[in-house]
Each structure stands twice: as structure tokens, then as C-alpha cells.
């Protein structure tokens, strides 16, 4: 199994910036890649971000685009999460999670991630 440790959640204002960490321990050779999706109360859980432990491939949600930046380091099994230009609309719970090798078409949509954190609230305030 792959163990996930989610970091750095907080209240910001809006405007402002925030790095999220995930820590993977147990089998990370089984993992393939990471992903970040997000879930605020009463709404479905929502694709962030992904990255390959390779880091050759990364993909974002549309609605963090050009605010939001996923980076890896390897040799600390971490990923990380830089949220800039925070919107109220970012807040939600953060999660991270870890897709193996069958799942790598499958990477855009919680169901392609075997294993997740326990997540790390973000809040954004006006």
C-alpha cells in the first residue's frame, strides 16, 4: 500500500498563496502518479492537478490554470502544490492521491487513484 500524508492547508485571503505537501511512504514503487482533486461541503470531488513521479507528464483543472503549480520531488516522495492568486472559490478540502500504472488513462477522475490522504482544509476568505 502507498501511504499519504497531506500538508500545509490553511486560511489565506484572497489574492493570496499557499503551498500544499504530500508525503508518500509504503510501496511508492507502485506508484505512478500523483494527483490533487478537491472537495468542498455538499459538492463532488473535483480534479486539481497531476503529475508523474517522472514529472514528464502534468495536467491541471481549467479553473487553476495559470494560479496553481504541481511539482515532485523524488527523492523525498513529495509533491507539491503552490496555489497562487487564491479565489474564495478555492475553498475546499484537499486531498492527494496515488494512481498506479493500470490507471495512467485513467488520471483525470478520483476513480483512477487507489489510495488517498486524509486531506487538508484550504480555506480563502473575501
Known amino acids: 500500500q502507498v501511504q499519504l500524508e497531506e500538508s500545509g492547508g490553511g486560511l489565506v485571503r484572497a489574492g493570496g498563496s499557499l503551498r500544499l505537501s504530500c508525503a508518500a511512504s509504503?510501496?511508492?514503487?507502485?506508484?505512478?502518479?500523483l494527483g490533487w482533486f478537491r472537495q468542498a461541503p455538499g459538492t463532488e470531488r473535483e480534479f486539481v492537478a497531476v503529475?508523474?513521479?517522472?514529472?514528464?507528464?502534468?495536467q491541471y483543472a481549467d479553473s487553476v490554470k495559470g494560479r496553481f503549480t504541481i511539482s515532485r520531488d523524488g527523492a523525498k516522495n513529495t509533491v507539491y502544490l503552490q496555489m497562487n492568486n487564491l479565489k474564495t472559490e478555492d475553498t475546499a478540502t484537499y486531498f492527494c492521491?496515488?494512481?498506479?500504472?493500470?490507471?495512467?488513462?485513467?488520471?483525470?477522475?478520483?476513480?483512477?487513484?487507489?489510495?488517498w490522504g486524509q486531506g487538508t482544509q484550504v480555506t480563502v476568505s473575501s
Open positions: 492521491a496515488s494512481a498506479d500504472f493500470s490507471q495512467r488513462n485513467n488520471l483525470l477522475g478520483p476513480g483512477g487513484y487507489a489510495y
Open positions: 509504503g510501496r511508492t514503487s507502485i506508484s505512478y502518479a
Open positions: 503529475i508523474k513521479w517522472t514529472g514528464s507528464m502534468i
